[in-house]
T-cell receptor, first 113, second 115 residues
Framework: GNSVTQMEGPVTLSEEAFLTINCTYTATGYPSLFWYVQYPGEGLQLLLKATKADDKGSNKGFEATYRKETTSFHLEKGSVQVSDSAVYFCALRGYSSASKIIFGSGTRLSIRP | EAGVAQSPRYKIIEKRQSVAFWCNPISGHATLYWYQQILGQGPKLLIQFQNNGVVDDSQLPKDRFSAERLKGVDSTLKIQPAKLEDSAVYLC?????????????FGQGTRLTVV
């Protein structure tokens, strides 16, 4: 079945550092890929998505590229801020519109000033 | 646009008691999901509805959990009887149907503590 494997956390960085959170997946066909973020005390919200190979999703300075050849969707940001401290979840939806959305285990990110 | 509404936000019950959660999805969203998120883990799908019908309930512990979605809109998730390991945040989400790329929109969740 489909699955998502995410980089273990927690990750602690200094402000303005470069961020990479790794995500790899197993799926048949061409799934849609998502990054969700959960800020402290808030609900899950979509950060970005990509729906076909080589697509790049971007939002709030974050980027992730759908790599079919390596089955990866790594999240990157060039210069993190304290306000980026949150838990980040990689997720996928199978190639059918009725497919469920499967989440990774989450990576807690803490940014120190 | 109003988001996904859930209630209650918090619930504390004793083991073997029953509890129910309510969800109102975004207007027009035919697909509704219930997820269980245990502390430190990613959300795990319990059940997925499309309109009134169940699409996937393979991970729903059917001996104690039940869910319904009447008239294809609101949904309730019930646990009876609760166990200690049911302590978690229960998330409701909705998405539009017919689009593989459609993301799910989440409610704030209900934090359940079973003591």
């Amino acid at each position: 079945g489909n699955s998502v494997t995410q980089m273990e956390g927690p990750v602690t960085l200094s402000e303005e550092a470069f961020l990479t959170i790794n995500c790899t997946y197993t799926a048949t066909g061409y799934p849609s890929l998502f990054w969700y973020v959960q800020y402290p005390g808030e609900g899950l919200q979509l950060l970005l998505k990509a729906t076909k190979a080589d697509d790049k999703g971007s939002n709030k300075g974050f980027e992730a590229t759908y790599r079919k050849e390596t089955t990866s969707f790594h999240l990157e940001k060039g210069s993190v801020q304290v306000s980026d401290s949150a838990v980040y979840f990689c997720a996928l939806r199978g190639y059918s519109s009725a497919s469920k959305i499967i989440f990774g285990s989450g990576t807690r990110l803490s940014i120190r000033p | 646009e109003a988001g996904v509404a859930q209630s209650p936000r918090y619930k504390i019950i004793e083991k073997r008691q029953s509890v129910a959660f309510w969800c109102n999805p975004i207007s027009g969203h035919a697909t509704l999901y219930w997820y269980q998120q245990i502390l430190g883990q990613g959300p795990k799908l319990l059940i997925q509805f499309q309109n009134n019908g169940v699409v996937d309930d393979s991970q729903l512990p059917k001996d104690r959990f039940s869910a319904e979605r009447l008239k294809g809109v609101d949904s309730t998730l019930k646990i009876q009887p609760a166990k200690l390991e049911d302590s978690a945040v229960y998330l409701c989400a909705s998405s539009s149907v017919g689009q593989v790329e459609a993301e799910a929109f989440f409610g704030q969740g209900t934090r359940l503590t079973v003591v």
